[in-house]
């Protein structure tokens, strides 16, 4: 156990965007991607200026907290624990989604959370918890912040104190069992930060969402994330084997057994359940091995199709198990490529040329190499002998199905920069451009027909709005039925004052898809309050009463996070 | 789609027993089975004179039904499927627990089912579900009656008319997504129909638990079943993908796609319901295509330790993926050797010979042949050339952990002979012996400590008693975290009066073990009435909360199977 770090200790992202104050999205060195930018969202890099927002320029409203409840708080957590800073309750009064984050940059503070309260034990959120129910004050569970489905934003006409309880003190790893390969661990800890405690022993949960440098294990399980390797580890459903919530009622506790059959499952209410019962404290979790050699290999099929094909025949075969297997279309391709960095030695250089001189090739034999081609990356782990042998069946698989292997270069690049996507889509907004994400589960039967409906949707509604816009998909996250299918869009609003209705409408025509369809509405993004509109189709109406059942039968005066998943 | 059986057609339990009229146990051709029985529970079977139960001695209480009710019910699914005769009533008033079957000989009939109803389509259980809410009736769904959980039998207390409602008309597989893998099959569906059906398309479910033969899907679905192929295929729970609820605010539908991520799991409410949220119509469950090649080796440890080691070694080799694997510990290693039938033929004499002289070089090798030798066997699915090789290194993994390769001649016996039994438990109680079973499931690192600790309470309580027992166990359903630990025990009751008693003194001691060291309370024969002493100790008090919260909430009548799982 390492010391408890202090309130103001715990990492938190920049008040207007993603993570880091000095991270931002550059593209100097990135010569193809100003083009790109101004041929699909008309956007022109070099000649517009960014906007740089400044918190000093907005008026702050006041907190709203009773001196009672604030003596509460103090005795529950100390007084250093209990803060009421103007860019802290801004911080924490919004996540990450993209209404979110063009609301705090326009200073829209209509509602703020009225107090950030950080506590170091179970014991700790108990009390607070206890106090919320005294008081009939609302309290909202916050991990790492980065929820793009407004899950941690309080509602605007919510009247009673919010607390924002932020678990970002209770980030250790209690106890691991090596037999057992289960890891007992507090549910504040930081992605990067579980995964270095975990692995100076030797283990890793093998959880990594895009959001993992600033998403938490009780995030995870409170919105039931999935994980780029979920191939091979599993989503956090499977991943979180118990569970610790402190409820009204007591603590709830699910044992962290497999095989689970004691009626109705307790855990997987608790899972997905984004605050409407109570509090994840602390969670078990599956750990593994280090594995000796892990490689990622990319792959070129020369259309989605193609690569579709190779992708299930990849999750059909019980001879290969990667710990991922990933798949961008030809407008993800085209965008990837444009991402590539200017080659600053000889050897990049070469290897430009290499590329240069392949593409010549792969057009000679008829692949339409601008927008077309469809790149993949495989990710192998295990023994040296075990990720030789399973990189050879890929290679047959991805053969017969049309694909060539590019090798492990381009694989590097790729795992390299998996997390630094977030931070492009604040920089697009410097420029009044919007860029996003929809993202669904759907059976293999399904995928290509999603694939092209999503794609009429959001060009449909674009010509519509009478907005240019540019929109690439990735396939991700095998399982024997299915596949999730991941959407990026961008494009450019016209007005300050129409640019949410502008976003809403397409994202809105993309999610309308996934639901006609029978997909679901989110495959690892959560509900919260922005997927709402679109929950009873996905789970039904009888579900969405059950559900709405659930959390007024142990929340009766809508204290926990109220709104989110399903309202009243 | 086949033709509809009539209800008559359906099959049925004998009334007083296992399955078919005229299958039983035979000991005649098992020479070492009475010496056993003769040991270890003292029963001389060549002396004693076994009961055969008749049902015409019993006095059978009229049913309940009020005409009203009778009425609707005929106008719902035709008069031909609405049975009160009273052997029907008596097989649908009793599953197969041991005070079931107990009771059902002794008839102890002080509360049958009124009335046993046969729908055949999701609309006929509605009109059910809907007379039942208007009436105030007790309706309790029926699959294949194999419940050793009290899951089926009516409240001896309920005053209110109750119906069975037998869903086994509903067996159609209706659909078979190619594709994606999956199969829409009704809920009323026996194992062996659905296999056959789905094997005739080249496809396997690959779910046999050991009442597989009296079992159905909508069964194993509401009581969250488990198949002795888990280790490959999943438990029910990560089969069944997709559900359709006859509830009673209508049906509730959930998608069958992976990757669910919609709030708390609607899906996992109704997982392990056993009816008391309303009655599954229809299961969308994973298929997969029949193996070309399946083999079941067994391999002998010297004692239980090492056998363990060696399933434990298996479970976490990610290069081995075995359909299922199972040990047995000495004194059920001893049993399955007594069950050897007399060799009949020159070949079995050899094979004897062979079997004579290998356990004479073991003991020469120190190991105690007599009740210390822990048998395993391990199945192993695929290409003829992924076979060899997974067997190769099984056989590797299991020399270095002490054991020896027996081979395939005991694993095809064993794979021969695993649903028959069932039949020894209606023999036994023939002769005035009680058998039974307990499991549980627990971590890699509790199995040896619980192992140990179930044995001492069985007979610790035996010695209390008075009264001589056997009992012995095996290891199966492989999890990355632990696994499921299997009881069976035997003894002989001391009279009529006290047998009920003497069997909850024995059962209630192993079954508080496993919650005393954080097992639970059972792996997969679900709750029922049976299982509900331990039901708080196992998902503690806020999860019982919660469980009964979601029933009151769903059911506030009660009158959805009331009494199973948690109660009121």
Redesign the interface.
Known sequence: MSDRLSAREVKRHKWWGWGLDDVTFRYDNKPAFPVLAKNKVGVDLDSQQPVVPDLSVFEIPAGRLPQEVRSGLTAAVGAENVIEDDEYRVIHSFGRSLPDLFRVRAGDFARLVDVVVYPASEEEVAAVLRLVLEQDLVLIPYGGGSSISGSVTPDVAEQRPVISLNLGRMREVVEI??????ARVEAGVYGPDLEEQLNAEGWTVGHFPDSFTYSTLGGWAA??S?GMQ?DKYG?I?DIV?GLR?V?P??????????????????????????GR?GVITEATV?VHRLAPVRQVIAYMYPDWEHGIRGM?AIA?S??V?PTFTRLSDGPETEFSLSMVKEPSSTKGRVAAKVQDGLFAYLRSKGWDTTNEMSISYVCFE?SKE?VEQQKALVKKIVKSNGGITLGAGPGAIYDQKKFDTPYLRDFLMDYQVFGDVCDT??????LNELHARAYQAFYATQEEQGLPGFMFCHMS?S??????LYFTFAFPYSSKQQALQQYYAAKGAVQQTFVDL??????????GTE?QPW?TE??????T???K??F???DPGRNLNPGK??SP
């Open positions: 069992d090596d037999t057992a390969g289960l919105t039931r999935s979920s989503d459903e084997r919530l409820h009622d007591g603590v709830a506790v699910t044992k962290p057994i497999p095989g689970r059959d004691s009626g109705p499952s307790v855990h997987e209410m608790i899972l997905g359940s984004e019962l599956q299930h059909r019980t001879d198990t295990g075990a589960g759907a059976t293999w039967s399904r996250h399982y024997h039925a299915g596949a999730c029978g997909a679901t509405v989110s495959h690892h993004h959560a509900v997927h929950i996905d789970i039904g109406e009888v579900g009463r059950m559900v059942g659930l007024a039968d142990n998943v399903v």
